[in-house]
């Protein structure tokens, strides 16, 4: 069977109240219909109408217009698209690690993972220590201590690391709590950092 263009045009009108839906067909080509009806020929076109429900019709009428208006945007405009995907930079200023020793700082391997230690009054000293991972500026850090009554009893010096902006994988740092502070002071305290005048982190412990 030869095959043909069908282009449908969608026309309304009101007949008797009702909206009447005209779909004109040109046709391209002489075909043969399965019972041997013959369509008009190509220079000529014929007209299927249907009558329905205002809202009926409208709503098909808007779906159709929907549904060719997705396939335009998909099929037939493709670079009307474009897409920019941002990698998002790595997090800087990473805590990997708070805690609280009784052992020099000094003496500890900081490529290995930190814990805390057991702390009493008996100790001549505990330190706050902290890993911090990918800084890229400089920081400015100072240690709150705060007492089992919630006194703050001793803020650190403000302690500057990378002044030169560098990149640094990691940098370790501390502060020491002098036995004087807690010796008669058992209970639980608290430890608050800040950088840059900000908090950075905070870590509960207790003094036995």
């Known amino acids: 069977m030869p095959s043909i263009t069908l282009n449908l045009y969608l026309h309304k009108r009101f ?4 909206l009447l839906y005209e779909a004109t067909i040109p046709v391209s080509s002489r075909f043969l219909m399965r019972q041997c009806a013959t369509l008009p020929s190509a220079d ?3 007209t299927m109408a249907t009558m329905a429900p205002t809202s009926i019709c409208l709503y098909k009428l808007r779906a159709g217009i929907l549904a060719l208006a997705v396939a335009t945007i998909l099929f037939c405009t493709p670079s009307c698209f474009s897409f920019r995907i941002t990698v998002p930079p790595d997090p800087e200023c990473v ?11 000094a003496a500890m391997d900081f490529e290995k993972p930190i814990s805390d230690e057991p702390v009493t009054a008996a100790d001549p000293a505990v330190y706050s220590l902290i890993k911090v991972l990918q800084v890229s500026k400089p920081l ?3 240690w709150h201590w705060y007492s089992p009554d919630n006194q703050l009893i001793r803020r650190s010096k403000t ?3 990378n002044a030169k902006g560098k990149y640094l994988a990691y940098f ?3 502060d ?5 502070y807690y010796s008669e002071k058992k209970g639980g305290w608290t430890v608050v950092i800040t950088a840059d005048g900000s908090f950075l982190s905070k870590k509960e412990f207790a003094v036995n």
Not at 15 to 18: L, N, P, Q
Not at 95 to 105: D, K
Not at 176 to 180: A, H, V, W, Y
Request: charged letters at 15%; hydrophobic letters at 45%; glycine letters at 4%.
């Open 95 to 105: 805590v990997s690690a708070l805690a609280i020793v009784h052992s020099e700082p």
């Open 44 to 46: 000529k076109s014929f």
């Open 172 to 174: 370790a740092a501390w």
């Open 159 to 161: 302690v500057e690391i």
């Open 140 to 142: 400015k850090l100072q």
């Open 15 to 18: 007949v008797s109240g009702r």
């Open 176 to 180: 020491t709590l002098p036995q004087s």
